[in-house]
């Protein structure tokens, strides 16, 4: 049985009825093993195995990376519940930018999916509790021992007076910095442990006088430009003061964010000229492939990394200058107000939840369980890297991903970034950034 998503959205979302055997098989057969378990425990439960109908699923999961994981979690659901029809209702684009706006469409209409993939922090809270589309999902964070599992932190951010709102499946650190060790080797270019900002621009003049692309950068996803700005003012302004500036408790006309920016223009000088035209994953490939040197992305690209057999080839630090934090993009699910089959939706709720599926999802998806009663051994070493970093560094969460503006501001944030990528004018920027900031505490008061 399929059902036409393509129609019932206006063409504007890829339809997938999924089963196993397709492009992640790897993955499939991962989850089986680590499900056994579960559904030895689950097939017990009645509910469980007579569960039929639909679930619809809707995400930003398409690029080549982020394909496999969520078919991971299809497949963890579907090895417990086999009798309901899954639609992998993806909209393509980074970070979530052309599927919010498709979601804000269906949520206005009263058609929500089964469950939504959403940023914890400001985004789920400002964009869909507040105004009502979600349900409250506490009970079920209490029967799935999920406060017991979770860090405080993360379950913080899911809830909104004293209710849990979403599940958080994976913690992705945004401060990523990746680098081909092969391209590093040829050019007598030597990554320690971290990397200062001096030692990135020393790198880069290297790589270009090698005709090599020192830093790859995608601005067709208007994310990364301010991802990577983000990260380069927590670089110079440091974890506490880059918290006040997103929380407007700092003023953006100040020496440290003038200094990110001055920063960031000497970072672009060596990027490559394509950039309008590429998507993130697109710029992390070209580390891959060796055309590039380094890519400032968050470990979604580890997805890549890992999608694209390149483990071996492909280093890592924070960005440079970003050592001892950790910019928290947290990925979670809702349960809709009017959710279409609300008992798949819970279901699929309390699979993300286990430890199980989390198991399987974050090794290819390049972030963290959100669990922390996890086998860390079944993780690569740049998940146990990620793993000590969230324990022990300071967490701080990501505008570009939505955690810590508000939408608007996020937005703002996005468009004045993108100006400054084009123009590398600091006043321009800051003046921007300090306007939004007065029309965000304009709202909230
Ligand atoms: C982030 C999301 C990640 C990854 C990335 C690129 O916002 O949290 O899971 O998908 O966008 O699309």
Not at 82 to 108: H, K, M, S, W
Not at 229 to 245: H, I
Not at 390 to 414: E, R
């Amino acid at each position: 049985m399929t059902v036409d998503l393509t129609k019932k959205l206006g063409g504007r979302a890829s339809r997938r009825h999924l089963l196993k055997g397709s492009a992640a098989v790897g993955a499939g057969a991962l989850v089986a093993g680590r499900l056994a378990g579960l559904a030895a425990a689950q097939d017990a439960t009645p509910a469980a195995s007579a569960a039929t109908g639909q679930l619809e699923v809707f995400s930003w999961w398409t690029s080549p990376g982020e394909a496999p994981a969520l078919q991971a979690l299809f497949d963890a659901y579907s090895a417990l519940y086999p009798d309901v029809e899954v639609i992998n209702a993806a909209v393509a684009g980074g970070a979530g930018v052309n599927a919010r706006a498709v979601l804000a469409t269906r949520l206005q209409g009263n058609q929500p999916p089964d469950s939504w993939q959403v940023h914890v922090g400001r985004e789920l809270i400002d964009n869909y509790v507040v105004p009502g589309y979600c349900e409250p999902i506490t009970d079920l964070y209490e029967s799935e021992g999920l406060l017991e599992a979770m860090p405080q932190t993360l379950i913080d951010q899911a809830s909104q007076d004293g209710e849990q709102y979403s599940v958080p499946v994976g913690v992705h650190r945004g401060n990523g910095f990746w680098y081909n060790r092969q391209v590093m080797e040829e050019n007598g270019i030597t990554v320690g442990e971290t990397m200062s900002i001096e030692e990135f621009l020393t790198a880069a003049e290297t790589l270009q006088a090698a005709g090599i692309v020192p830093l790859s950068l995608a601005t067709k996803d208007t994310f990364a430009a301010a991802q990577t700005f983000e990260n380069t003012l927590l670089a110079v302004a440091g974890p506490e003061k880059y918290d006040q500036l997103f929380k407007g408790e700092a003023d953006w006309d100040d020496a440290d964010v003038r200094t990110a920016a001055e920063t960031y223009g000497k970072m672009l000088a060596f990027v490559n000229e394509d950039h309008p035209a590429l998507t993130w994953d697109q710029a992390t490939a070209m580390v891959i492939e060796g055309n590039a040197g380094f890519n400032s992305m968050g470990d979604w690209a580890y997805g890549e990394v890992v999608a694209r057999d390149a483990v071996e080839n492909t280093g890592w630090v924070s960005h440079p200058g970003t050592n001892g934090s950790f910019v928290l993009v947290v990925d979670s699910f809702t349960l809709p107000v009017g959710a279409p089959n609300p008992e798949n939706a819970r279901n699929w709720l309390r699979v993300l939840g286990s430890r199980e599926a989390q198991e399987a999802f974050n090794p290819l998806k390049g972030s963290i369980p959100a669990r922390t009663d996890i086998n860390r051994e079944i993780f690569s070493p740049y998940h146990q890297w990620s793993i000590d970093s969230f324990a022990n560094d300071a967490l701080v969460p990501s505008c570009a991903h939505g955690q810590a503006s508000s939408p608007a501001f996020q937005q703002a944030f996005y468009d004045a970034l993108l100006g400054f990528v084009d123009d590398q004018d600091v006043d321009t920027l800051v003046l921007n950034l300090q306007d939004a900031a007065a029309l965000d505490a304009e709202m909230a008061s």
